[in-house]
């Protein structure tokens, strides 16, 4: 491969306003395949606003978002998430009367375009079932298959939210802090699922659990006010003083 | 860290799967509606107007829980594809052009799906209360129109002495005798629930209830949520009006109120006495409904309206979803009771 490849998703000058304020100011950022990035920023540095637009939630009012060398500004989220593109929540977003089985399959029903069929039922599709199984294995989900979402715990409904974004098989995937509210003893079941995911994916994390982003990442992103603060590897940016000034230093500097 | 070696996962093996793979299934207990409708034919048979009344009430729900119970849509305004339904087979037999019953009953589905497309794609764009109070206004416009085009429609008075062909040439519907009508609801309702009941064990009709459940993730997952609810309405539409269609023939005329605010009320109150997205709700709170308001609008003529109320305001309180919220939770204990060692 090419040292000037092209990247899986770019962002150029990426800007989004809203009124007055400036979320997400001329953000320049690249995700290559198979990296395993991190955005870290103290709060209000427009992290999951920045996702947001990377996702299509959102539209930038300047700049434009990149996915292998084609435009996707104006694509809308559904659009996106066909061409690659899963994320999750900051906060659960499940069908929290559904069963964990039926969240998943939903999901990759979705993907694999069965969603859309009237006649045959949802159990027949047995290629749908057993995708959505295996990934309930994988994140250790097998026991709680059958219980409804507002049945599980938090922690474990995270768990779910992962699978939901898996079963859409993607190129690119946004983890909108993914350890939030997942307790420790749980924390390396999403760890493991992450690093078994397959290695051309970019996977992009914003995490404030600073242990995490350093086991996790080989290139973090600072965004501080808006725009990029500092970027580099693990190692530059924990010795980078101006970012242990304005972010690490105030969590006690991991290390 | 030890490697992990993912056993592959049977379908037919875990139970949840077999939940997912088997619940369309048909059960032993889904005949008793149907021989309930065939026992009461023979047992009452001086009250099979009230029985075909009661079978097109259902049909009604039906088409209704589908959208309001499966893709939670909220409307107060579904009496519109009902009177379109009516409206459709009325005026074509009225005015001579098409007075075959089967057929009738594919053209009201086919006029009341077009207003469905049509209103839905325009209705649809607006969720909760906006889209209340837009459906409740779409309803209000349509009888007021069906009203003003009294050269057509008949206005208030509607339009009666529709002619009716028999079905197949031979089984009349006669206004005294009531045996056609009944039979003939019962098979349309009987079709009708079939194909609800298909669309919601589908793929389609899981992703409807995705759509319920959290809209904002169904976005995430890359549905085109629009058009799934659009369709979904336009479906629902076209039973709607085949359920009015089916009023129309079996009354032989059709009036204002096939469009009225009181329909598009009831239904809702149907599904909400007997429970939404669970299929059975419909047929739960139309016979729960129709049977308590005969009865109590005989026993207390003034203030039958009162018992309602009150049924309604307890069920609300205390049930979660109507009748089958009642029900549900204990069957789900009794069996938990039976497979326990």
């Given at each position: 491969?090419m040292?000037?490849?092209t990247?899986?998703?770019?962002?150029?000058?990426?800007?989004?306003?809203?009124?007055?304020?400036?979320?997400?100011?001329g953000?320049?950022?690249?995700?290559?395949?198979?990296?395993?990035?991190?955005i870290?920023?103290?709060?209000?540095?427009g992290?999951t606003?920045?996702?947001?637009?990377l996702?299509?939630?959102?539209?930038?009012?300047?700049?434009?978002?990149w996915?292998?060398g084609?435009n996707?500004?104006?694509l809308a989220?559904?659009?996106?998430?066909?061409?690659?593109?899963a994320r999750?929540?900051?906060?659960?977003?499940?069908?929290?009367?559904?069963?964990?089985l039926?969240?998943?399959?939903?999901a990759?029903?979705?993907?694999?375009?069965?969603?859309?069929?009237?006649?045959?039922?949802?159990?027949?599709?047995?290629?749908?079932?057993?995708e959505?199984?295996g990934?309930?294995?994988?994140?250790?989900?097998?026991?709680?298959?059958e219980?409804?979402?507002?049945e599980?715990?938090y922690?474990?409904?995270r768990?779910?939210?992962?699978?939901?974004a898996?079963?859409?098989?993607?190129?690119?995937?946004?983890?909108?802090?993914?350890?939030a509210?997942?307790?420790?003893?749980?924390?390396?079941?999403?760890?493991?699922?992450?690093?078994?995911?397959?290695?051309d994916?970019?996977?992009?994390?914003?995490?404030?659990?600073?242990?995490?982003?350093?086991?996790f990442?080989r290139?973090i992103?600072?965004?501080v006010r808006?725009?990029?603060?500092?970027?580099?590897t693990?190692?530059?940016?924990?010795a980078?003083?101006?970012?242990?000034?304005?972010?690490?230093g105030?969590?006690?500097?991991?290390? | 860290?030890t490697?992990?070696?993912v056993?592959?996962?049977?379908?037919d093996?875990h139970?949840a799967a077999?939940?997912?793979a088997?619940?369309?299934?048909?059960?032993?207990w889904?005949?008793?509606?149907?021989?309930?409708?065939?026992a009461?034919?023979?047992?009452?048979p001086t009250?099979?107007?009230?029985g075909?009344?009661?079978?097109?009430?259902i049909l009604?729900?039906?088409?209704?829980?589908?959208?309001?119970?499966?893709a939670g849509i909220v409307t107060?305004?579904h009496?519109?594809?009902f009177?379109?339904?009516?409206?459709?087979?009325?005026?074509?037999?009225?005015?001579?052009?098409?007075s075959?019953?089967?057929?009738?009953?594919?053209?009201?589905?086919?006029?009341?799906?077009?207003?469905?497309l049509?209103?839905?794609?325009?209705?649809l764009r607006?969720?909760?209360l906006?889209?209340?109070?837009?459906t409740l206004?779409?309803?209000a416009?349509?009888?007021?129109a069906?009203n003003l085009?009294?050269?057509?429609?008949?206005?208030f008075?509607?339009?009666?002495s529709?002619p009716i062909?028999?079905?197949f040439?031979?089984?009349?519907?006669?206004?005294?005798?009531?045996?056609?009508?009944?039979?003939?609801?019962?098979?349309?309702?009987?079709?009708?629930?079939?194909?609800?009941?298909?669309?919601?064990?589908?793929?389609?009709?899981?992703?409807?209830?995705?759509?319920?459940?959290?809209?904002?993730?169904m976005?995430?997952?890359?549905?085109p949520?629009?058009?799934?609810?659009v369709t979904?309405?336009?479906?629902?539409?076209?039973i709607a009006?085949?359920?009015g269609?089916v009023?129309?023939?079996?009354?032989?005329y059709?009036?204002?109120?096939?469009?009225g605010?009181?329909?598009?009320?009831?239904?809702?109150?149907?599904?909400?006495?007997?429970?939404?997205g669970r299929?059975?709700?419909?047929?739960?709170?139309a016979i729960?409904?129709?049977?308590?308001?005969?009865?109590?609008?005989?026993?207390?003529?003034?203030?039958?309206?009162?018992?309602?109320?009150?049924?309604?305001?307890?069920?609300?309180?205390?049930?979660?979803?109507?009748?089958?919220?009642?029900v549900e939770?204990?069957l789900?204990r009794?069996?938990?009771?039976?497979?326990?060692?």
């Amino acid at each position: 491969m090419m040292v000037t490849a092209t990247p899986l998703l770019e962002t150029r000058g990426l800007t989004c306003r809203f009124g007055a304020f400036t979320a997400v100011d001329g953000v320049d950022f690249r995700l290559m395949a198979g990296a395993r990035q991190a955005i870290i920023g103290p709060n209000g540095a427009g992290k999951t606003t920045f996702i947001n637009l990377l996702a299509g939630v959102l539209r930038p009012t300047a700049g434009q978002v990149w996915l292998e060398g084609s435009n996707i500004t104006a694509l809308a989220q559904a659009q996106r998430v066909k061409r690659g593109i899963a994320r999750t929540f900051q906060i659960n977003r499940l069908f929290r009367g559904l069963s964990v089985l039926e969240n998943v399959y939903i999901a990759v029903a979705e993907r694999v375009g069965a969603a859309p069929a009237m006649l045959r039922p949802a159990g027949r599709r047995r290629e749908v079932l057993d995708e959505a199984l295996g990934l309930i294995e994988t994140l250790r989900l097998v026991d709680d298959a059958e219980r409804r979402i507002v049945e599980l715990p938090y922690g474990r409904q995270r768990l779910v939210e992962i699978a939901i974004a898996l079963g859409l098989a993607p190129r690119v995937l946004l983890l909108d802090e993914p350890m939030a509210g997942v307790p420790g003893a749980e924390a390396h079941i999403i760890l493991d699922a992450i690093d078994r995911l397959p290695r051309d994916i970019g996977v992009l994390i914003i995490e404030h659990a600073m242990d995490v982003v350093f086991r996790f990442a080989r290139y973090i992103t600072v965004l501080v006010r808006g725009a990029v603060f500092a970027a580099g590897t693990p190692a530059a940016i924990r010795a980078n003083p101006d970012v242990r000034a304005v972010y690490l230093g105030q969590e006690g500097a991991h290390g | 860290m030890t490697t992990q070696t993912v056993a592959a996962v049977r379908s037919d093996v875990h139970p949840a799967a077999r939940t997912l793979a088997e619940r369309h299934r048909p059960r032993a207990w889904e005949v008793v509606p149907w021989l309930a409708a065939i026992a009461f034919f023979f047992a009452l048979p001086t009250h099979l107007g009230f029985g075909t009344e009661l079978l097109i009430t259902i049909l009604f729900a039906l088409s209704l829980d589908l959208v309001l119970g499966y893709a939670g849509i909220v409307t107060l305004g579904h009496a519109v594809f009902f009177g379109v339904g009516a409206y459709t087979v009325g005026m074509l037999a009225k005015y001579g052009i098409w007075s075959e019953p089967i057929t009738g009953l594919l053209i009201a589905a086919a006029a009341a799906a077009v207003v469905g497309l049509g209103s839905g794609l325009v209705l649809l764009r607006t969720t909760g209360l906006t889209l209340l109070m837009l459906t409740l206004c779409t309803r209000a416009l349509l009888e007021e129109a069906a009203n003003l085009g009294h050269d057509w429609t008949g206005g208030f008075d509607g339009l009666d002495s529709v002619p009716i062909q028999p079905i197949f040439g031979i089984f009349e519907f006669n206004p005294l005798y009531l045996t056609t009508q009944y039979v003939y609801a019962l098979v349309v309702l009987f079709v009708g629930f079939l194909i609800v009941r298909t669309i919601v064990y589908a793929p389609f009709g899981q992703s409807l209830t995705g759509i319920r459940e959290n809209t904002l993730r169904m976005h995430a997952v890359g549905a085109p949520v629009n058009a799934r609810l659009v369709t979904c309405y336009t479906i629902s539409a076209a039973i709607a009006g085949v359920a009015g269609a089916v009023w129309a023939q079996a009354n032989l005329y059709v009036n204002l109120s096939t469009l009225g605010l009181d329909r598009a009320a009831t239904v809702l109150i149907i599904l909400a006495l007997g429970g939404y997205g669970r299929l059975y709700g419909a047929f739960i709170g139309a016979i729960l409904y129709m049977v308590l308001s005969h009865y109590l609008a005989k026993a207390y003529p003034t203030a039958w309206q009162l018992g309602l109320g009150l049924l309604l305001m307890v069920i609300a309180l205390c049930a979660r979803n109507g009748m089958i919220g009642i029900v549900e939770p204990l069957l789900q204990r009794w069996r938990r009771v039976r497979s326990a060692p």
